[in-house]
């Protein structure tokens, strides 16, 4: 073996020991943090019972242990010895310490436990926020465009069998983008161009797992027709290519057409071994029930339709649906 090419050798060895090792100085940096953030809301939730036993004792217990407990650092304000008192009411010890709300931030269980309207909510957010591993600020974001509500509407215009259960997790009834400008939309390409400038927020409505492959991305077929899928995407829990066709105004069943289509190519052109069948998602600003449901009927493909909708029509597309029972 030649000088040069056993130093390419011990050179590419060095490398792959060396991203070895970060990636293991990143694990366990990640774990270290979890076990750090578990004792610390351990000791908060424990504080909280204890003060949550003295209520009677009035106003000034929390202010005189906010006081003494200086020495301790700023964790311990009054501020946030009633962020534990309420901690400690909101929560069984069981909840608490599960897996999901043990890992997430003090704060950001603080933001989810003050914004809930009830402890159904709360639990489901913490939920989320785990499995999508949501920042504060996303967590924020998703409690302003009520995802939790949304979550109770169940999607009901999908081709795929409820027993396949993560890739019905795939499909909402809606997606609310916050970043669309209504007014600068006046057609599908002005849609699509303000989806791909915010592809970040567009993913994470879209949900864990998505990765762009392509905007407008082009199929050739053997015979050198080309076609153009608005989002290509590749889902990386479910291995499988996803289909997305928008479109600005109300559903169509002919627009189903154009989607099977690309699906099907997608299977026969892109599709290897390695991937599952190819799921498309139709997205439109409407949809009527009993047309979406009848034109998906006995169809073999994974299809979803579903609704988009500008975060100011959200309130009251979530009275009609949740309180009246409007199915459209």
């Given at each position: 073996?030649?000088?040069q090419k056993?130093?390419?050798?011990?050179e590419k060895?060095y490398?792959?020991?060396?991203?070895?090792?970060?990636?293991?100085i990143?694990?366990n940096?990640?774990?270290?943090?979890?076990?750090?953030?578990?004792?610390m809301?351990?000791t908060?939730?424990e504080i909280?019972?204890?003060?949550?036993?003295?209520k009677?004792?009035?106003?000034?217990?929390i202010?005189?242990l906010?006081?003494?407990?200086k020495?301790y650092g700023?964790?311990?304000s009054?501020?946030?010895l009633?962020?534990?008192?309420?901690?400690a009411s909101?929560?069984?010890?069981k909840?608490?310490?599960?897996?999901?709300?043990?890992?997430?931030?003090?704060?950001?269980?603080?933001e989810?436990?003050?914004?809930?309207s009830s402890?159904?909510?709360m639990?489901?957010?913490i939920?989320?926020t785990h499995?999508n591993?949501?920042?504060?600020?996303?967590?924020?974001?998703?409690?302003?465009?009520k995802a939790y509500e949304r979550?109770l509407?169940e999607?009901?215009?999908?081709?795929?069998?409820?027993s396949?259960?993560?890739?019905?997790?795939l499909?909402k009834d809606?997606?609310?983008?916050?970043?669309?400008?209504?007014?600068?939309?006046?057609?599908?390409?002005?849609?699509?161009?303000q989806?791909?400038?915010?592809i970040?927020?567009?993913?994470?409505?879209?949900?864990p797992?998505?990765s762009l492959?392509g905007?407008?991305y082009?199929?050739?077929?053997?015979?050198n027709?080309e076609?153009?899928?608005d989002?290509l995407?590749?889902?990386t829990k479910?291995?499988?290519?996803?289909v997305i066709e928008?479109?600005?105004?109300?559903?169509d069943?002919?627009d189903?057409?154009?989607?099977?289509?690309?699906?099907?190519a997608?299977d026969?052109?892109?599709?290897?071994?390695?991937?599952?069948q190819?799921?498309?998602?139709?997205?439109?600003k409407?949809?009527?029930?009993?047309?979406?449901?009848?034109?998906l009927?006995?169809?073999?493909?994974?299809?979803?339709?579903?609704k988009y909708k500008?975060?100011?029509?959200?309130?009251?597309?979530?009275?009609?649906r949740?309180?009246?029972?409007?199915?459209?």
């Amino acid at each position: 073996m030649n000088k040069q090419k056993e130093n390419t050798i011990i050179e590419k060895d060095y490398f792959n020991d060396l991203n070895k090792i970060k990636e293991t100085i990143k694990t366990n940096q990640a774990k270290a943090m979890v076990v750090v953030n578990s004792a610390m809301i351990m000791t908060y939730y424990e504080i909280g019972t204890i003060i949550n036993e003295r209520k009677t004792w009035g106003s000034k217990y929390i202010q005189n242990l906010a006081n003494d407990l200086k020495e301790y650092g700023k964790g311990y304000s009054t501020q946030n010895l009633y962020r534990m008192s309420q901690i400690a009411s909101e929560y069984s010890y069981k909840e608490l310490f599960s897996q999901p709300a043990r890992e997430i931030p003090w704060f950001t269980l603080v933001e989810i436990t003050h914004k809930s309207s009830s402890h159904e909510e709360m639990l489901w957010y913490i939920n989320e926020t785990h499995k999508n591993s949501w920042s504060r600020a996303m967590i924020i974001n998703q409690m302003a465009m009520k995802a939790y509500e949304r979550s109770l509407i169940e999607p009901d215009t999908t081709s795929i069998a409820k027993s396949d259960d993560l890739a019905n997790e795939l499909f909402k009834d809606t997606y609310v983008f916050s970043f669309l400008d209504k007014n600068d939309i006046k057609n599908e390409k002005d849609l699509k161009k303000q989806m791909i400038d915010n592809i970040i927020l567009f993913l994470q409505e879209l949900g864990p797992g998505f990765s762009l492959v392509g905007k407008e991305y082009k199929l050739l077929t053997p015979t050198n027709e080309e076609f153009f899928i608005d989002l290509l995407m590749y889902h990386t829990k479910l291995h499988c290519y996803v289909v997305i066709e928008v479109k600005i105004g109300k559903f169509d069943p002919r627009d189903l057409g154009q989607l099977i289509f690309y699906v099907n190519a997608v299977d026969r052109l892109e599709r290897t071994d390695k991937d599952d069948q190819t799921i498309g998602l139709l997205l439109c600003k409407e949809a009527d029930r009993f047309v979406a449901e009848t034109t998906l009927m006995n169809n073999s493909s994974k299809l979803g339709i579903s609704k988009y909708k500008f975060i100011e029509e959200l309130p009251e597309y979530l009275n009609k649906r949740l309180i009246s029972g409007d199915n459209k």
